[in-house]
């Protein structure tokens, strides 16, 4: 199973913007109002059908992105508990990566449940892995 990291994170279906001065729409994306297809349309200004910011809109599309670092912290939590613990410690880096992306409001709710899921799957192979490694010890001595 391969891991994902937080940089590997894309989101195709988000409007990219021109950096170049004034910024504009330059892929499909509609209002949040009315559908209207905000193509083209400059950053900042308003829907031309139902007056809605499309600042707005973007900020609607932002929020149901899905944050990378929770996506890698289930994942990674997932991997620690089925193939290999050592995952554990590196899921609860990725859920505190996750917990700082996901205090500015940006993602979506799904993003919330896969940090959560990290974290407690982290915990427990951290735990049974100290358990374990405790024993070892012990064990050994
Ligand atoms: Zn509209």
Redesign the pocket.
């Given at each position: 199973m391969q891991n994902r990291h937080a940089n590997s994170h894309s989101s195709p279906d988000l409007p990219r913007f021109a950096s170049a001065q004034p910024p504009s729409v330059m892929s499909s994306f509609n209002?949040?109002?009315?559908?209207?297809n905000f193509t083209g349309l400059t950053i900042g200004g308003i829907?031309?059908?139902?007056?809605?910011p499309i600042e707005e809109s973007i900020a609607a599309l932002r929020r149901q992105e899905t944050c990378g670092a929770a996506t890698a912290s289930m994942v990674l939590g997932i991997v620690s508990l089925t193939a290999c613990a050592l995952c554990g410690p590196v899921a609860l880096v990725y859920y505190y990566k996750a917990r700082k992306q996901l205090a500015t409001g940006h993602y979506s709710r799904g993003s919330h449940g896969m940090a959560k899921a990290g974290l407690i799957m982290g915990i427990i192979s951290t735990a049974i892995t100290g358990v374990m490694g405790g024993l070892f010890l012990v064990g050994g001595l």
């Open positions: 209002c949040i109002g009315c559908g209207y829907c031309p059908e139902c007056g809605r």
